[in-house]
């Protein structure tokens, strides 16, 4: 099945700074989908891209699709201490979806 | 909450023995899928069903097997535990089969293989 590789694996940022999590394929991806799942939870969908080159924006967290639809972004500005979890990108092949390993924030008041 | 309700929680079993894990769908949902969490592995698609059906299958070992009932609702049979099957398994559902579809995750149920 389709392989991502996410990077970081391990994201530790102060209290109201930025940060960006990547999300990589070596094929062209149909679509993708991002899920957040907090220490103890289960995964929370968050936005899912289809378009080359699409970004999408919800309040603090942007997302952005490659225009080749091989590779992902989500930035996270102003973090705050409600952004801790582990974020998954997983591209979706007719509902299987496919996880990264994820990046796990730790955020620091 | 997402709607979705998985049973048990937790579940502490021998190697060898078999267990169900059991999952209901958000009211409206035909897809259930199970995913496997472990921290070797991460979080892995093992099946999916839509609507009784078989739709799709993932990383599913010969010795696990699931079912949808016409309630919907949804097994996961694991048999002749090992250690290695100690994970969260989290069932999700979505509305349909395609793709281009959130999926909704329940709570999942913490198996440990002793």
């Known amino acids: 099945g389709q392989q991502v590789m996410q990077i970081p694996q391990y994201q530790h940022v102060q209290e109201g700074e930025d940060f960006t999590t990547y999300c990589n394929s070596s094929?062209?991806?149909?679509?993708i989908q991002w899920y957040k799942q907090r220490p103890g939870g289960h995964p929370v969908f968050l936005i899912q891209?289809?378009?080359?080159?699409e970004v999408k924006k919800q309040k603090r967290l942007t997302f952005q699709f490659g225009e080749a639809k091989k590779n992902s972004s989500l930035h996270i500005t102003a973090t705050q201490t409600t952004d801790v979890g582990t974020y998954f990108c997983?591209?979706?092949?007719?509902?299987?979806?496919?996880f990264g390993a994820g990046t796990q924030v730790v955020v620091t008041p | 909450d997402s709607g979705v309700t998985q049973t048990p929680k937790h579940l502490i079993t021998a190697t060898g023995q078999r267990v169900t894990l059991r999952c209901s769908p958000r009211?409206?949902?035909?897809?259930v899928y199970w995913y496997q969490q472990s921290l070797d592995q991460g979080l892995q698609f093992l099946i999916q069903?839509?609507?009784?059906?078989?739709?799709a299958k993932g990383n599913i070992l010969e010795r696990f097997s699931a079912q949808q009932f016409p309630d919907l609702h949804s097994e996961l049979n694991l048999s002749s535990l090992e250690l290695g099957d100690s994970a969260l398994y989290f069932c999700?559902?979505?509305?349909?089969?395609?793709?281009?579809?959130?999926?909704?995750f329940g709570p999942g149920t913490r198996l440990t293989v002793l």
């Open positions: 009211s409206g949902d035909l897809s």
């Open positions: 999700a559902s979505s509305t349909t089969s395609g793709k281009e579809n959130e999926q909704f």
């Open positions: 069903y839509y609507n009784g059906e078989e739709r």
């Open positions: 891209l289809v378009k080359s080159g």
């Open positions: 997983a591209p979706d092949s007719w509902g299987k979806l496919q």
């Open positions: 094929t062209t991806l149909s679509n």
